[in-house]
C-alpha cells in the first residue's frame, strides 16, 4: 500500500454531504413536511417523526459500530460502510420528498435515518483510524467546519428549492459525491495503529459516562432549538406563510452554521494547545446567551443577533467535542465507542422533542407564540447542566 500524506480536507469531505442532508431535513424539510401533511397536529406528527427516526438511528449505529471495529482489525479501512451507507441514503431521501402522505413520510424518514447511520458510526472513527493524536485538534476543525458549511448547504437548499424532486436529487448528488472523494483518498492512506489484536470492548469508565451526559445535555439543547426554530419564526416573528417562514428559517440556520464554521477555526489550535474543557465551555457560554437572546426577543435584528451569537459558540464547542473524545475513547474499539458515544447526539434526537411536547402540552401551549419561548428556555438550562457537568472530566484523562 503506497503512503500518502493525509489531506483533512478529504478525510473530512463526506461529513459535508452528510451534514448537508441533516441541514435540510432536521432543520427545515422535516417539520415543513410535517406542517404540509398534518397541518392540524404538526407539533405532535413532529414530535413523533422525529422519535422514531431518533430510535432506528441508536440501534443501527451501536449494532454496525462492532461489526466495523471486527473489520477494521482484519485490515480494512471502514469503507464499505460508508459506500453503502451513501447509497441507501441517497435513495431514501428521494422516497422523503417523494412521499404523499404521514405514513410514508414516516417510512422514508426512518430510511434516511438508517442508511446514513449505517455509514455515521465508522465514518467517525476517521480520524484517530488515520490522524496522529498530536493533529487531532486540526482534523477536528475540519470536520466541524464542513458540519457547519453542509448544514447550511442543506439548510439553502430546503428553503430556496421548491421542486421537491430536484430538492432530493440535490442532496443524493452531494452525499454520493463527497462519500466518493472521502473514501477514494482513504484508499490510499496508511492506518495509523496496527489493525491487529483481540476484540476490545469500549470501557465503561467514570470518564466516558460523564463525557456521554455532558455531550448528550448540550445537544438536547441544540435539537430543541433547531426543531423549534421554524415554529419560532411563524410564530414569534409572525411569518406572513409557510414559505416565508421556511426561507427566513433557512437564512437563520445557514447564517447560524457559517458563524459557526468561523468559531471551528478560532478553537482548532487552543484545541490542542489548552485545557479542553475550558474550550467546550467557552462554546457552550456562547450558546447559552443566545438562546437567552432569542427568550427575550421580539424583532429581528435581536433574533439575528441572537443566531450570529449561537454559531460561533457552537463552532467552539464542537471542536473541543472532538478533540476530547478521539483523546478520550479507545483506539482497539473506537467505532464501536464512537457509535455509543454518537448516541449522545442521538437519544438528544428522542429526547429534545418528546421532552418538550410533553412540558408544552402540560402548560396547553401547543399553539402561539409562548410556545417556543418555553422551548427555547428548556434549551437553555439543558446546555447549562450539560457545560457543568463537562468539568467532571480530569484533565489528566482528556490530555494523556
Wanted: hydrophobic share 55%; net charge positive.
Amino acid at each position: 500500500m503506497q503512503h500518502r500524506t493525509v489531506s483533512p480536507f478529504q478525510l473530512a469531505l463526506f461529513w459535508l454531504g452528510i451534514q448537508a442532508v441533516w441541514g435540510a431535513l432536521l432543520g427545515i424539510s422535516l417539520q415543513s413536511r410535517t406542517i404540509e401533511l398534518a397541518p392540524g397536529d404538526a407539533l405532535i406528527a413532529y414530535g413523533r417523526l422525529a422519535t422514531a427516526g431518533a430510535i432506528v438511528a441508536a440501534i443501527v449505529q451501536v449494532a454496525v459500530g462492532f461489526y466495523s471495529d471486527a473489520r477494521r482489525r482484519q485490515g480494512g479501512r471502514r469503507i464499505e460502510f460508508y459506500v453503502t451507507g451513501a447509497v441507501g441514503g441517497a435513495a431514501a431521501i428521494g422516497f422523503f420528498y417523494g412521499a404523499h402522505t404521514l405514513v410514508t413520510l414516516t417510512i422514508a424518514y426512518v430510511a434516511v435515518q438508517a442508511a446514513l447511520n449505517l455509514a455515521i458510526g465508522p465514518y467517525q472513527a476517521i480520524i484517530p483510524d488515520f490522524v496522529e493524536r498530536s493533529r487531532t485538534g486540526i482534523a477536528s476543525s475540519w470536520m466541524a467546519a464542513f458540519q457547519g458549511a453542509g448544514n447550511a448547504i442543506g439548510a439553502l437548499a430546503a428553503s430556496f428549492i421548491a421542486n421537491a424532486r430536484w430538492l432530493g436529487a440535490a442532496l443524493s448528488a452531494l452525499l454520493l459525491t463527497t462519500c466518493l472523494v472521502t473514501s477514494v483518498h482513504v484508499r490510499r492512506l496508511t492506518l495509523c495503529v496496527s489493525p491487529g489484536g483481540a476484540e476490545k470492548r469500549p470501557p465503561v469508565t467514570r470518564a466516558f459516562v460523564d463525557l456521554f451526559i455532558s455531550r448528550a445535555l448540550v445537544y438536547v439543547g441544540f435539537y430543541t432549538l433547531l426543531g423549534y426554530l421554524l415554529f419560532y419564526v411563524n410564530g414569534v416573528l409572525g411569518a406572513a406563510t409557510l414559505a416565508d417562514g421556511r426561507r427566513l428559517t433557512g437564512i437563520l440556520i445557514v447564517s447560524f452554521t457559517l458563524v459557526g464554521a468561523v468559531g471551528a477555526a478560532l478553537a482548532a489550535r487552543p484545541s490542542d494547545r489548552l485545557d479542553k474543557r475550558l474550550v467546550a465551555t467557552a462554546g457552550a457560554a456562547g450558546f447559552i446567551v443566545a438562546l437567552a437572546l432569542f427568550i427575550g426577543s421580539h424583532g429581528l435584528a435581536a433574533v439575528v443577533l441572537a443566531t450570529l451569537v449561537a454559531g460561533l459558540g457552537w463552532g467552539v464547542f464542537l471542536v473541543a467535542d472532538w478533540a476530547i473524545a478521539c483523546r478520550l475513547l479507545p483506539m482497539n474499539a473506537m467505532a464501536a465507542a464512537m457509535g455509543i458515544w454518537n448516541l449522545a447526539i442521538v437519544l438528544p434526537q428522542i429526547i429534545a422533542p418528546a421532552l418538550t411536547t410533553a412540558v408544552l402540552e402540560a402548560l396547553r401551549l401547543g399553539v402561539g407564540h409562548q410556545a417556543p419561548r418555553v422551548a427555547f428556555a428548556m434549551a437553555l438550562c439543558e446546555t447549562l447542566v450539560g457545560a457543568a457537568w463537562l468539568w467532571r472530566l480530569p484533565r489528566c484523562v482528556i490530555d494523556q
